[in-house]
């Protein structure tokens, strides 16, 4: 009598192996190596699939219900105590009144099921927190740095401010901080030049996935960055690390950079208080005024690494610096050597005030610094200053207004309907 057989992927898999080797167009070993078993398992199953049929390749649980299985009885008791006397209680507290006056031992988790597959609402959800393990510091100076921004009312004027700063992982000090109105590029470029200018270049920086950082356009992929192995091209901040040679994390939870989550806490507490007593009431004072916090926290909080040798390296010279810590972008030159900035045209100018003359589609990377300057790279990263074009068209003199014409409006008559 023919059957339904049902057979899982890897049963049927096996099943066609088998079927093969029965009827003699595949070896025992061959079988054996196709289903990763020995030659001895195959005969094995040869001889039961000739004592039965190919159902026997099936798993022989398959349909019985386990020991451990739930009496219905047991389920029914749960939901009807849990929909009249038990209505509102927790699931543990569910299992305790269960075991206390019904004499039935069932967790909690079980009574959360068996209510769930019966469409019956929990009257208390609890989530349980997720777990995790705990980082040890670096063990050497500027190994890792964290950095952040922190949106507050710092002032104490209703106003919020972000807070951007960095913090040694292996001693706790501060490395840098910097105030601006709203997260930006611009306070972590002042954090990362504080910190290169005072402790040097950093091993790496730990960050979180804020696009200031990580780019989301990761379809949009360049030649180099396939030839680097990136899966997104960089960002500004990104490419600034990149040719300092500083290593980059992206953390995906607050959790992983507590270092910096918990200063912010300390700042919110203490540094508030700190500008409320000398009066600090604008942007300006308060960023005036950071180094001295930052020195007074790092004397009440830092701690001793475990390593003396430092792991920063010496900071770039500073017209090298100039040109790392800018926002970058590539223009094409005209084909009168000048370059479009922004709407406006540029030419390279030498250290001697010499023009520079460019081919015709010839790439040139301009980089705007945040002190206002602007460069250019060629190719053979020979670096020059922009300066403005003398052939730039001026601005022409604008149109005069046109007149309008004056309607004169029909007055109807006094017994019109309208």
Known sequence: MRRDIFLSIQEAKKAMVMDRVIRGEMTAAEGAARLGMSKRQIFRLKARVARNDISSLSHGNRNRKPANTIPETVRELVCSRAREDYCGTSLAHMAELLERFEGVRISSKSIGRILKERGIPLSRHHRSGRKYKSRGRRKRLGELIQIDASPFDWLGTGGMLSLHGGIDDATGQIVGLHFEKHECLRGYVRVLEEMLLQWGVPGEIYSDRHTIFLSPKTDKLSEEDEIEGRKAP????????????????????????????????????????????????????????????????????????????????????????????????TRKASGGSDISWKGNAYQLEDAKGRKVLLRRGESVTVVSSFDGSLWGIRANREEYRLVPSPLQKKDTCPLPPKREKKTTGHKPSPDHPW
């Open 234 to 329: 960089l960002t500004q901040f990104g490419n600034m690390l990149y040719l300092l040679g500083i290593g980059h994390i992206g953390a995906r939870t607050p959790q992983a950079k507590g270092r910096i989550e918990r200063l912010w806490e300390t700042c919110q507490h203490r540094l508030v208080v700190e500008m409320r007593l000398r009066g600090i009431r604008t942007l300006e004072e308060a960023n005036a005024f950071l180094p001295e916090y930052v020195e007074l926290h790092n004397k009440a909080f830092s701690v001793e690494a475990s390593e003396r040798e430092s792991a920063f390296l010496p900071c770039p010279m500073p017209e090298k610096l100039r040109l790392v810590l800018g926002v970058r972008d």
